[in-house]
C-alpha cells in the first residue's frame, strides 16, 4: 500500500459512506443479524457476484493471517490494497449499484444482502488494516458498525463460515470475465466508444468455456461488456493458419490477408520476385490457406515454365475485421465487437450520458446520493429525441432519483442551467 496509500485510504473511506448511506435509507440495522459469533451466511440467498467476492474475502483473510503472524507487514498490506481496488471498489461494487438503486418493495430483500455482504467485507478490512492505520480504522469502526468501545474488542472473523459459501469455479469463471471485459474497455477507448454506449452484440473466441456453466455468469459478461447479445465459442489453433481456418469455419466476421515474405521468396526467384507477387494476389486465399493446412505448402505457378512450393514461412499472416467490426487479441481470447449501433441503442446511450451528467450536477449540488429530488429539467433537445426519451423516462427517473423527468427543446434561462457538451452538441441540466 506504499505506492499509493491516499488512493486506497480514500476508497476505503467513500466505500464506507457509499454502504452507510444506502444502508440508512433502507433502514438496515447492521447488528440485527452480526455477532462476534457470525453472521448468519446460511440465511444470504447469494447471486454468483456475491460467491465472488465472499470467495475473495475467506482467501483475504486466510492470506493477510498468515501474513501478519509472520510479521510481513508490506505483503498484508498489498493483499488488502487489492481487494479494496480491485475486488471490492472496481468489480463487486460497479455490479450491485442497480440493485440498490431500485427501489421496489420487492426487491428490498436483494438490497438487504448486499448490504450484509458489503458489512462484511469492510468490517474485515478494518479489522484486518487496524494495526497498520489504528486511528483511521477505529474511527470507521465507530461510525458504522459500533457494537464495542473499540474494534480491539472485535474479532477477526474466521473463514469457516466463508468455506460453506466459497467457490473457486465462480472465482475462476470470474477471473476469465474480468479479462474478457478488460479486452473489451481498451478496443472501446482505442475507437472512441463510449462505455456507457449499448452495442449490439460481441462474438468472443476461447480455448475454454467451461466458465459460462457458472448460474448468471453470460448475463454479468453481457452487463460487463454492455453488449445486447454475446457469443461465446470454443476456439483452438496450433499455428496462425489453423486460427484464421478455425475463425472463419466459425463464422467469425473477419477477413484474411496473406502477404508474400519478399525477403524470403526474392532469394529463390531473383528478380521474378515481382510477377511472383502479382500471380500471388489473385490466387484464392481461402484456397491457399486449406492447402497449408493439409499439404504444408501451397504451389504455385507464377509463370510459363516456372513455379515455386511456397511454405508458411515464405508468407506473412494476419486477419482484419469486416467492416462494422472491431478486433483485439490477447492471450488465448480473440474478440469482435459489432460497432454498429440502430436508434434504440444510440437513445440508451444518451440515457446514460443524461444519467452520469445529472448525477454528477447532483453531486456538485450537495445532495446526499440517496436523496429523491422533485424534478430534472433536460433542454436542447430535438423532438425526435424528446419523443424517443419518454420511453426510458421510470429508467431515467430511477437512475437520477427524481420524481420527475421535464424535457424540452428550448432553456429557460432563469432556471440556471448547467450546460454541458454531449457528442459535440451543447444540453442544458438543472435539479430541484
Known sequence: MSSRPHQVLSTLFFLHIYYQQNANYDQFKFTDWYSRSGWKAKDLSLRSQDVWILTKL????????????????????????????????????????????????????????????????????DIILHPICPFFTEYLYQSCFKQFDSILMENLPGSEELDMIANKKVEAAFDKIKGISSL????????????????????????????????????????????????????????????ILNLMNLKAPIIPSITINRKSVAKIVKSDIGILIDKFESEDKIQILKQLQVKGFYHLDYSPNKSIDLTMTDMDFTFIPRNGYVIGE????????????????????????????????????????????????????????????????????????????????????????????????????YIL
Open 184 to 243: 473489451s474497455f481498451s478496443l472501446r477507448n482505442r475507437h472512441k466508444l463510449k462505455r456507457r454506449w449499448p452495442l449490439e452484440s460481441a462474438q468472443i473466441y476461447l480455448d475454454e468455456i467451461e466458465f459460462l456453466k457458472v448460474v448468471g455468469i453470460k448475463e454479468l459478461l453481457k452487463e460487463q461488456m454492455n453488449v445486447e447479445n454475446i457469443e461465446v465459442k470454443n476456439f483452438r489453433a496450433n499455428n496462425i493458419v489453423e486460427k
Open 58 to 125: 475467506r482467501d483475504l483473510i486466510d492470506e493477510s493471517s498468515h501474513l501478519l503472524s509472520s510479521c510481513r507487514f508490506h505483503e498484508a498490506s498489498h493483499a488488502v490494497e487489492d481487494f479494496i481496488i480491485n475486488s471490492l471498489s472496481q468489480t463487486y461494487v460497479p455490479l450491485i449499484r442497480y440493485d440498490l438503486w431500485s427501489d421496489d418493495l420487492d426487491n428490498q430483500n436483494r438490497r438487504f444482502t448486499v448490504y450484509r455482504i458489503l458489512s462484511r467485507c469492510l468490517l474485515t478490512i
Open 330 to 429: 490477447k492471450e488465448n481470447t480473440i474478440l469482435l465487437i459489432n460497432t454498429s449501433r440502430n436508434e434504440e441503442l444510440i437513445i440508451k446511450g444518451l440515457v446514460k450520458d443524461l444519467a452520469r451528467n445529472i448525477q454528477q450536477l447532483r453531486k456538485e449540488l450537495g445532495y446526499s446520493p440517496t436523496q429523491i429530488l422533485d424534478t430534472a429539467y433536460i433542454s436542447n433537445l430535438s423532438p425526435e429525441e424528446i419523443s424517443k426519451l419518454l420511453n426510458f423516462e421510470i429508467d431515467l427517473k430511477n437512475l437520477v432519483r427524481v420524481n420527475r423527468i421535464e424535457f424540452s427543446n428550448k432553456t429557460d434561462e432563469d432556471k440556471g442551467f448547467k450546460k454541458i457538451e454531449l457528442d459535440g452538441r451543447e444540453i442544458s441540466l
